[in-house]
């Protein structure tokens, strides 16, 4: 049987980035590997959208190199606690660019950088760097903010206790339609659970029935979107 070298490409470009991923972990200082959960979490639900093996690999290798820039950046704020500044926030506004930079340097194909780029812009349009909005924004991007907030809240920082995997559903429910595509939060929701989607905080209640509040979520967003 002929070897296929794509094949052999993808999985020494994916080691690749889960190396520098590592670095950016550490840099983080999260109690968990991160940017590969994220990985994970974003192919499963690129799977549910039906994406194709290339953007799923474009996805994944985003995921993984998605915070090179604050790597890159290296400032304190980054790792403590409170509220960041006025030139804080425009400093860190930086990374995306940053990170999409560093990821073409490492070999990540153009879809992968952008992703990279566009993994803080909001569904909304109040995101950066670009302010982009709605389907404006790719999809891929659009999964990996949802991707990466569900990661982030469910895992500990040294400045917080990991949340709950309810409370980090309710906050995705809660900005469904400004940050988060509603289409994206919905799928999330339905995953059948997997290794990377259980959180690190502990569960005090019993979840709740997560996909019929996701439906009633976005039929409230969408009647909003057909006023304007």
Known sequence: MPIDTGEIDQLTTIEVFRNLSV??????????????RIAAIADQIGRSFHLGTRDRFSLRIAALAHDLGEAVMNRDYIQRPGALS?????????????????????????????????????????????????????????ILRVADTYASLTDARPFRRAYS??????????????????????????????????????????????????DEMMARVLALGAEF
Do not use: C, M
């Open 165 to 214: 995997e309810r409370q980090a559903r309710e906050h995705l429910l809660e900005w469904t339609g400004l940050e988060f595509d509603p289409r994206v939060v919905r799928a999330l929701l339905s995953l059948e659970p997997f290794r990377e989607l259980k959180g690190y905080g502990q569960e005090s209640e019993a979840p709740p029935d997560i996909p019929s509040i996701a």
């Open 86 to 142: 006025d030139d804080e926030r425009i400093d860190l506004a930086r990374h995306p660019l940053l990170g999409e930079r560093e990821a073409a340097d490492a070999g990540a194909d153009r879809g992968a950088q952008l992703l990279v780029r566009w993994h803080h812009e909001w569904w909304n349009g109040n995101g950066y760097p670009d302010g982009l909005r709605f389907e404006h924004i790719p999809l891929g991007a659009r």
């Open 23 to 36: 670095g950016t972990d550490e840099f983080e200082r999260y109690a968990n590997p991160h940017a590969g």
